[in-house]
């Protein structure tokens, strides 16, 4: 009889896997199950997470493919660092190989991998062990986008014509852990980390609900990169001070700035843009999610701190620095906006909704590695556009072996 709730085995007990822990009390039919860490005490504290939460009794693990091999687990949800997605998926996949275990599927957090041909290799790994595959992409499910894109195709592009023009940014003050600093663990700086959002936001967007991903073709990418704030001699040492000496951007820089033009075509020839814009050098109350959806005879926008909720906080409450009002909170005094359940606003409960009724259902999600894939191709002809300064038609040659030159350590 098939299963009618889906259990979870986390890799990774960080940032994003407690956003997706905290998520799943909006999800009927998940548990959180297990949870591996490198690190015990962390599995341990995340799986007391789900427990107190009442989303699972979760179990800490210490072993991948012990975690895969218990019977209670039916998906895993990939949220390790960058650098360790071949080995994780690696261990995954030997894991099933050996006969362990009975796992529907899994579910990578972004990016697939730091380069396309990793991206590749993974995405072999998971075809190859029969295992039902998608692609996390929160932003899709945020319920702005979802409910301002449902409404756009249905009035405004019904009547007038479909939108031409999307844009979409993530900008906030710069990540949390040294890894994401470093280029060569992360994949490169702000444009690996953030620009897949919005390039998926944007394809998003431009697609008409219902028609497939093919509907609309990006054609041409034109990008730069810059270092506006973080190789500046005052933040690199503030860099170090904060993130210890393996973070050094006077020597080993990667971009805090990164911004693309995508050019996509329809199947009848109609020329579409996507604008993108990715900053880890924005100093606002804190994360910032937007995006522009522009047609003949309409609009939409949205940005994710104008939350509706603020508070004030006058100069004589002075308390420690938090992220309890938002992401990446920069302030605690003043005028500051508040994101009641970020996890909901940010799209993780819908994202997880999905998801677990795509495996429970025995289906391939909306989003599956094969997206993934596509993400990085864009983003490595983004790269590949800023390093030559001029615009590359996509997808160029050579694109499974590029590896841009902040990744390499060579990108001044
Ligand atoms: N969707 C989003 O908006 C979003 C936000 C943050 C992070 N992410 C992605 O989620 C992933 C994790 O990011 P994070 O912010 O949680 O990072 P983090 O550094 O906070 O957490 C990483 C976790 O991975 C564990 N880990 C370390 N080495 C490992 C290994 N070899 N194998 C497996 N796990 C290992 C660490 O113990 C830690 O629990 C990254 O791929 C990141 O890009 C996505």
Known sequence: MPRSRLGIGFIGSGFNARFHIQSLIGVRDADVRGIFSPNAANAADAADLARTLNVGEAKPYSSIADMVDDPSIDAIWLCGPNHARIENVEEVVDA???????????ACEKPLARTVGEARTVTELVKSADLSHGYLENQLFTPHVVRGRDLIWARGAALTGRPYLARAAEEHSGPHMPWFWRADLQGGGVLTDMMCHSVEVV??????????RSSIRPVRVTARIASLKWTRPEYVEKLAQMMGDEVDYGKRPAEDFASA??????????PLLGEVTTSWCFVGAGLRLSAELLGPEYSMSWNTLESGLKLFFSREVSGEAGEDLVEKQNAEVGLMPVIPDEWTAYGYEAENRHFTQAFLNDQQPALTFDDGVEVMQILMTAYMSAEQGRTIDFPPADLDAFVPAVAKGEWR
């Open 96 to 106: 099933i190989k050996a006969g362990r275990g009975s796992l529907k599927g899994i």
């Open 203 to 212: 394809r998003h967007l431009l697609t008409e609900p219902g028609a497939p």
């Open 261 to 270: 033009t995508i050019e996509y075509v329809t199947e009848d020839g109609t």
